[in-house]
């Protein structure tokens, strides 16, 4: 059964449960994620489900979907990032847990509290946005130089017309 997503969460108790949710999170509520954004326009759709796998191990996994606006630090203007990610965290109760996990799992560091839904997520997003985000290809930022005026001295052909005459 699938419950609205939750602005806060508590991943022991939901696991133990095994309790699966799908929503949509607003891009504006992602706090650390919004100095990298060209605008904060738009929502992500996320799904979640915690659960105890086969082997007793609390896990969280779920996808994110949707697209966010990062600026290009070649040209400086909006650039379209589709994100499609699939994760799967290691409910760990202590640091010490850490090292242990099975390949494939990240950790969820949680201790009973409520933890923002918002900022779990948020930590998915930031590990799969590029370092350095840049328009793909040389011709990909054209549209951040399109308005600039062709100066003449640019102008090879402004050149040749000179040494004509
Ligand atoms: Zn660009």
């Known amino acids: 059964m699938l419950d609205c997503l939750p602005q806060t969460i508590e ?11 799908r929503g949509e999170i607003a891009v504006s509520e992602f706090e650390r994620l919004r100095p990298l954004l060209a605008d904060t326009d738009g929502v992500l759709q996320v799904s979640l489900s915690l ?22 630090q070649r040209c400086l203007q909006a650039m379209e990032f589709p994100l ?5 965290l290691a409910i760990v109760t202590s640091e010490a ?3 242990p ?4 799992y990240e950790p969820l560091l949680a201790t009973g509290e409520l933890l923002r ?29 399109r308005n ?6 640019d102008n090879p052909f402004s050149i040749l017309e000179k040494l004509k005459t």
């Open 11 to 21: 991943p022991i108790g939901l696991a133990d449960a095994g309790r699966s949710f």
């Open 51 to 72: 659960r105890r796998d086969e082997r007793g191990m609390r896990v969280a996994e779920g996808s994110i979907a949707g697209e966010i606006r990062l600026v290009c």
């Open 97 to 99: 847990e850490i090292e």
């Open 101 to 104: 996990l099975p390949p494939g």
């Open 84 to 88: 499609q990610v699939e994760f799967r």
């Open 117 to 145: 839904t918002a900022e779990v997520i948020e930590d998915e997003v930031l590990l799969r946005i590029p370092a350095v985000a840049m328009h793909s290809g040389v011709g990909r930022c054209d549209s951040g130089y």
């Open 148 to 153: 600039r005026p062709v100066a003449e001295k």
